[in-house]
């Protein structure tokens, strides 16, 4: 008897944006060619999609995480017709020209100008199917079930046909009908096997729309450094392929400068009236909160002069699960504390150790370090205020003269803050963003080698992050991946503390 499919937990309340976050579509054009009976498919000329469904909710995606539910209105309105409550399609949005063959020239005419209701969706793959995990069943299996769901499906839904020929061919056949390529894969493959195509080269990843519109592009937004706003987007969209993990899901506060950072700023909690769709709102606490999940909703709030990006510790699948522990070394206005605060970092990194804690360090992009502790699914606020905490409590009773855990400047008496509080809105600025300081400093992350004397926030700024990137990589990467449990570091806490 074959293997059952593997289920996984995950529950519909979650919702689609969650389900669709545990799906990343199969590249195509694999160097290893598939082995055994293959399966052959024309590939459709559109925008591929992963299309999910939870309970009453679905959503289009593209690769680059951006939204397109709204723009097919008919391919959506399809996908709600589909018998079952949950699941993740891999296809490909087109348009049909008059000899029904796929047009992206059309399908981009069509976007840009308003009429994306009438493209059809061209299903490849199943991933899902109402709480099976189908992805390493094979293909046999995973188009079965496909072709099951899709039958009787409205117009706007088809299974991709397969051709029952000769690669040799089915290559000029397809051509004759303005399909230049096709797409080869393994019958008995499991849905990470290689996707071969064969024909006209696949070319660069094609967008169905620019980057949203610059307004007042040579405008200048820190003055002393003459870095204006064309800089500016330019160096969050080189940056949106890093950055994006550390925004996606998750609340965002957006720190603006409409005129340049020597007059005021303002914090946009609230999705602007008139946004785009692809600027995605989320409720919570009764605020209509703004949520980043592409490079077009990040250049769009740094077009109205969003310079600092601010974050929530917790996703809103989430939300009283923060992903990590945030221990802040503020040194306040005391520019001279520099080297006070490099000791007190060192002291946190030894006792981390101790803890068998990991952590990511990364400057403020001002004055300050923040150290982040990842923490594993399944810990609330408390655990991590109680960590924070008692860290802080050690290292003042460590260095007294040095710390304190006192919010009120005037009750610091010259000493640093560690800052230990964790609740659900409070927000962190995140990794590579900008800060609206002379210098267009950037808060970076960092290795704990770095952290000495002669540590410089100022030398990670908009002009030497991307050449800093590319040599040392995304140093923040193990926040997306929390492990720490922390049950065993609270109980050395408590004996030490005596609590």
Same mark, same amino acid.
């Given at each position: 008897m074959a293997a059952r499919p593997k289920k996984r937990k995950f529950g519909l309340h979650d919702g689609v944006f969650a389900l669709s976050k545990k799906f990343v579509l199969n590249p195509m054009d694999a160097e290893v060619a598939p082995e055994g009976d293959r399966l052959i498919e024309p590939v459709w000329d559109g925008l591929r999609v992963l299309a999910t469904r939870s309970a009453d909710e679905v959503r289009v995606a593209a690769a680059d995480f951006r939204d397109w539910t709204s723009t097919f209105p008919w391919v959506a309105r399809a996908l709600e017709k589909l018998p079952a409550q949950s699941f993740a399609i891999d296809g490909v949005v087109c348009v049909l020209d008059p000899r029904a063959a796929p047009s992206f020239a059309e399908l981009r005419t069509r976007v840009a100008e308003g009429r994306g209701q009438d493209a059809v969706l061209l299903a490849w793959d199943l991933m899902w199917l109402d709480g099976t995990d189908l992805r390493e069943r094979p293909l046999t299996e995973r188009r079965a079930h496909l072709a099951k769901l899709l039958e009787g499906a409205p117009g706007a839904i088809a299974l991709s046909q397969s051709v029952e020929a000769e690669l040799s061919a089915v290559l000029p056949a397809c051509a004759a009908l303005g399909i230049h390529r096709v797409l080869v894969r393994a019958l008995q493959g499991s849905y990470g096997a290689p996707w071969r195509v064969h024909g006209a080269p696949l070319g660069p990843t094609r967008s169905l729309s620019p980057a949203p519109p610059l307004t007042n592009a040579e405008k200048v937004l820190y003055p002393k450094d003459g870095i204006t706003k064309r800089e500016v987007v330019d160096y969050y969209r080189e940056l949106a392929p890093t950055m994006l993990p550390y925004l996606l899901d998750r609340p965002v506060v957006i720190q603006r400068w409409p005129d340049g950072?020597? $007059?005021?700023?303002? =914090?946009?909690?609230?999705?602007?009236?008139?946004?785009?769709?692809?600027?995605?709102?989320?409720?919570? #606490?009764?605020?209509? !909160?703004?949520?980043?999940?592409?490079?077009?909703?990040?250049?769009?709030?740094?077009?109205?002069?969003?310079?600092? =990006?601010?974050?929530?510790?917790?996703?809103?699948?989430?939300?009283?699960?923060? #992903?990590?522990? %945030?221990?802040?070394?503020?040194?306040?206005?005391?520019?001279?504390?520099?080297?006070?605060?490099?000791?007190?970092?060192?002291?946190?990194?030894?006792?981390?150790?101790?803890?068998?804690?990991?952590?990511?360090?990364?400057?403020?992009? @001002?004055?300050?370090?923040?150290?982040?502790?990842?923490?594993?699914?399944?810990?609330?606020?408390?655990?991590?205020? $109680?960590?924070?905490? /008692?860290?802080?409590? %050690?290292?003042?009773?460590?260095?007294?003269?040095?710390? +304190?855990?006192?919010?009120?400047? @005037?009750?610091?008496?010259?000493?640093?803050?560690?800052?230990?509080?964790? &609740?659900?809105?409070?927000?962190?600025?995140?990794? =590579? /963003?900008?800060?609206?300081?002379?210098?267009?400093?950037? /808060?970076?992350?960092?290795?704990?080698?770095?952290?000495?004397? +002669?540590?410089?926030?100022?030398? &990670?700024?908009? !002009?030497?992050?991307?050449?800093?990137?590319?040599?040392?990589?995304?140093?923040?990467?193990?926040?997306?991946?929390?492990?720490?449990?922390?049950?065993?570091?609270?109980?050395?806490?408590?004996?030490?503390?005596?609590?």
């Open positions: 950072i020597l $007059e005021f700023d303002w =914090y946009q909690h609230r999705v602007p009236p008139r946004a785009p769709d692809y600027l995605r709102p989320a409720w919570v #606490d009764g605020v209509r !909160r703004v949520v980043i999940e592409s490079p077009d909703a990040l250049l769009w709030m740094v077009n109205q002069a969003g310079l600092t =990006y601010h974050v929530f510790s917790s996703r809103l699948r989430a939300l009283s699960a923060p #992903d990590y522990v %945030v221990i802040d070394l503020d040194p306040g206005d005391r520019a001279s504390w520099w080297a006070e605060l490099i000791e007190i970092a060192l002291a946190l990194r030894r006792l981390l150790e101790l803890l068998e804690l990991p952590s990511v360090v990364k400057t403020s992009g @001002q004055r300050g370090l923040h150290v982040l502790i990842p923490l594993a699914p399944g810990h609330r606020f408390g655990e991590a205020e $109680e960590l924070a905490r /008692s860290i802080a409590r %050690v290292l003042e009773r460590l260095l007294p003269d040095k710390v +304190t855990l006192e919010l009120e400047k @005037q009750k610091r008496g010259g000493r640093l803050l560690v800052d230990h509080q964790q &609740f659900l809105a409070k927000t962190l600025v995140a990794p =590579y /963003s900008l800060r609206g300081v002379h210098g267009a400093p950037v /808060s970076a992350p960092i290795s704990w080698e770095e952290v000495g004397p +002669t540590l410089d926030p100022s030398a &990670f700024s908009l !002009r030497t992050m991307l050449a800093r990137l590319e040599k040392k990589g995304d140093l923040a990467a193990p926040l997306l991946e929390g492990r720490a449990v922390l049950a065993s570091a609270l109980a050395q806490l408590r004996r030490t503390l005596g609590g």
